[in-house]
Nanobody, 123 residues
Framework: QVQLVESGGGSVQAGGSLRLSCAASKYAYSRYCLGWFRQAPGKEREGVATIDSDGPTTYADSVKTRFTISQDNAKNTLYLQMNSLKPEDTAMYYC?????????????????WGQGTQVTVSS
């Protein structure tokens, strides 16, 4: 059982920045996908950014130039640096992990999820 705990959410004004963190308990996957996903009220969950255990990253077009996903393997922690935030970024943000196989960006393939952290961006 993998446990994921997100932190770092909050309320900011448009143009501001936040850094989300996701602390993971030890997992046995040697190859995996880690990702950030978000869900706004009344909308489907969507991919924000993912990182493959070999390094490649993928971003949603809407965040590509503003968000950066990274991981610290020594700390078993995943990060999402979010800059130039917009009101449309407002959502609950979740981190998740799955064994490598299939598209990293497909949230339906993920086994383990954190409880989420709320990000609210005001105009």
């Amino acid at each position: 059982q993998v446990q994921l705990v997100e932190s770092g959410g909050g309320s900011v004004q448009a143009g501001g920045s936040l850094r989300l963190s996701c602390a993971a308990s030890k997992y046995a996957y040697s190859r995996y996908c880690l990702g950030w996903f978000r869900q706004a009220p009344g909308k489907e969950r969507e991919g924000v950014a993912t990182i493959d255990s070999d390094g490649p990253t993928t971003y949603a077009d809407s965040v590509k130039t503003r968000f950066t996903i990274s991981q610290d393997n020594a700390k078993n922690t995943l990060y999402l640096q979010m800059n130039s935030l917009k009101p449309e970024d407002t959502a609950m943000y979740y981190c998740a992990i799955k064994p490598r196989g299939g598209l990293c960006f497909n949230h339906r393939l993920y086994n383990y999820w954190g409880q989420g952290t709320q990000v609210t961006v005001s105009s």
